[in-house]
T-cell receptor
Framework: QQQVKQSPQSLIVQKGGISIINCAYE??????FPWYQQFPGKGPALLIA?????SEKKEGRFTISFNKSAKQFSLHIMDSQPGDSATYFC???????????FGKGTLLTVNP | SAVISQKPSRDICQRGTSLTIQCQVD?????MFWYRQQPGQSLTLIAT?????????ESGFVIDKFPISRPNLTFSTLTVSNMSPEDSSIYLC????????????FGEGSRLTVL
C-alpha cells in the first residue's frame, strides 16, 4: 500500500485553541481523503472528507485544507474542546476503491 | 449509516490457539473489510471479504493465518489462527457506505490479547 504520512504524532492544545494535523501522500491516483476520529475503546468514525476538486471543506469547527500540487492535506479544528481529545487518522483511497491507506494517527489532547 | 456489531469485543487467548471474530451488519452491504490495529498503531487492511467467493488478501496477510468467511451480505467472520503474542491487536470490521462514496463505517473492534 502506498504511504500516507501524518504529523504530528501527538498534539496538546488549550481549550479554545486551533488544532492542526497534517498529512502528505505519494500516490497521485488517490482521489478521496477522509479524516477519522477514534476514541479509546471505539472504532474509528468518519469526521470529514474531501475530494481533490475543492481546496477546502468546512463542517462546523472542522475544516480540511487540500493542496493538490503539494500532495498535502490538513485538518483544522477550531475552538478545540476537551471532548475533541481523541486519536485522528488521515486516510486516502483511489478510484472507486474503498481500500483506505491510513496515516499513523495523531493523539490530540485538549486541556481545559 | 450502518450499524456494525462485532463479537467478541475482547478476549484473552493462549498461544497456539485460534479465535473467530464475528461481524454482523444491520443492512446488506457489498463491500466488507477486515482491518488490524496494533497497539498504538495505525490501521492496516488485512483483506476484503467477498460474498460467495474467497477473500482478497493484502500483502503480508495469508489465508492460512487469517481465514475469512462471508456467507451473505450482512455477516462475515475472521479467524486468527495459531496465535502468537504478535497477533495481539484490535481487529476491526468495516463496511462501505455504498454508491462508491469511499466512506467506510467501522465496528467497535475486537481486542485480542495473546499470552
Amino acid at each position: 500500500q502506498q504511504q500516507v504520512k501524518q504529523s504530528p504524532q501527538s498534539l496538546i492544545v488549550q481549550k479554545g485553541g486551533i488544532s492542526i494535523i497534517n498529512c502528505a501522500y505519494e500516490n497521485t491516483a488517490f482521489d478521496y481523503f477522509p479524516w477519522y476520529q477514534q476514541f479509546p475503546g471505539k472504532g474509528p468514525a468518519l469526521l470529514i472528507a474531501i475530494r481533490p476538486d475543492v481546496s477546502e471543506k468546512k463542517e462546523g469547527r472542522f475544516t480540511i485544507s487540500f493542496n493538490k500540487s503539494a500532495k498535502q492535506f490538513s485538518l483544522h479544528i477550531m475552538d478545540s474542546q476537551p471532548g475533541d481529545s481523541a486519536t485522528y487518522f488521515c486516510a486516502a483511497s483511489g478510484g472507486s476503491n474503498y481500500k483506505l491507506t491510513f496515516g499513523k494517527g495523531t493523539l490530540l489532547t485538549v486541556n481545559p | 449509516s450502518a450499524v456494525i456489531s462485532q463479537k467478541p469485543s475482547r478476549d484473552i487467548c493462549q498461544r497456539g490457539t485460534s479465535l473467530t471474530i464475528q461481524c454482523q451488519v444491520d443492512s446488506q452491504v457489498t463491500m466488507m473489510f477486515w482491518y488490524r490495529q496494533q497497539p498504538g498503531q495505525s490501521l492496516t487492511l488485512i483483506a476484503t471479504a467477498n460474498q460467495g467467493s474467497e477473500a482478497t488478501y493484502e500483502s503480508g496477510f495469508v489465508i492460512d493465518k487469517f481465514p475469512i468467511s462471508r456467507p451473505n451480505l450482512t455477516f462475515s467472520t475472521l479467524t486468527v489462527s495459531n496465535m502468537s503474542p504478535e497477533d495481539s491487536s484490535i481487529y476491526l470490521c468495516s463496511v462501505g457506505a455504498g454508491a462508491n462514496t469511499g466512506e467506510l463505517f467501522f465496528g467497535e473492534g475486537s481486542r485480542l490479547t495473546v499470552l
